[in-house]
């Protein structure tokens, strides 16, 4: 009898909780090893910037996926800025995003207008839109505008402001399977994005925000409308100094 009650008395002693200083450890290790992961998340995404800053893309997680889609490989060619008609690289920035060279990755303004109109119109800046296209996923999520807001600001620390447009007219749907400037170019006018006039640079940057159910070779009314407006914004970011980033 006593020696089960020894037995009993020994067992209770194995199942007691570990000393406060044992559980302070291994809350101390676990701390260490989150702020580990947290410094190896951050190297990886200064590297990936890094990397993309003097190396071109060989395409986008959502050509990959529109490649599936299709059956099909995508369009995309990728072209320098030196070799796309400045008139498309003011279109896209008066289209986009104009206050491109004034801010460091988000449009303060344009945040307050989208939240005032509830909602309703976008504020993604092309800087944005650059590391959405790049690395994320398409879709509206929280963990995707957590990167995103995360990795824009690097990508403008790390990165000229012609390189982020350079890569955005190179990574951007213009159609059903067709990415770039180039590809744009020569899949809607038969032409090199270098050879674009100011009314086929408007029309491709005005087809961007639905560039599926969006023509620039057979504009509708309104595409025609929105490449009025964009080349006249063209016009003037370049006469009041707004594209000097850029050109």
């Known amino acids: ?40 998340g951050v190297l990886l995404m200064v590297l990936a910037v890094l990397a993309y800053r003097v190396v071109n893309p060989p395409g986008t997680p959502y050509m990959w996926m529109e490649t599936r889609r299709l059956d099909a490989p995508v369009a995309y060619i990728w ?20 206050n491109f060279c004034t801010h460091w990755g988000f449009d303060m303004r344009a945040i307050r ?44 620390a790390l990165w000229p402001k012609r ?4 890569v955005y007219l190179n ?4 159609g059903d399977g067709v990415f770039g400037a180039e590809a744009a170019a020569r899949h809607y006018f038969g032409v090199a994005a270098a050879d674009l006039t100011a009314v086929q640079a408007a ?3 005005a ?12 504009p509708s009314a309104f595409v025609e409308r929105r490449a009025a407006q964009i080349r006249d914004g063209a016009a003037t970011i370049d006469r009041d100094g707004r594209a000097a980033c850029f050109q």
């Open 79 to 98: 072209t320098d800025a030196e070799e796309v008609a400045p008139v498309l690289l003011r279109a896209l920035v008066a289209a986009e995003d104009a």
């Open 207 to 218: 087809i961007l925000p639905d560039p599926k159910d969006r023509s620039a070779a057979r």
């Open 171 to 174: 990574v951007a749907e213009f």
């Open 1 to 40: 009898m006593a020696q089960r009650t020894r037995s009993s008395r020994s067992g209770s002693k194995a199942a007691s909780p570990p000393p406060p200083a044992r559980r302070r450890g291994g809350r101390a290790r676990l701390l260490r090893r989150l702020m580990l992961a947290a410094l190896a």
């Open 113 to 156: 207008a989208a939240i005032a109109s509830g909602g309703r119109r976008g504020a993604s800046t092309i800087s944005q839109q650059v590391v959405k296209n790049v690395w994320l996923w398409q879709g509206r999520s929280w963990p995707r505008k957590a990167l995103e807001a995360m990795m824009t600001p690097l990508v403008e």
């Open 203 to 205: 029309r491709l940057a």
């Open 163 to 166: 390189r982020i447009l350079e």
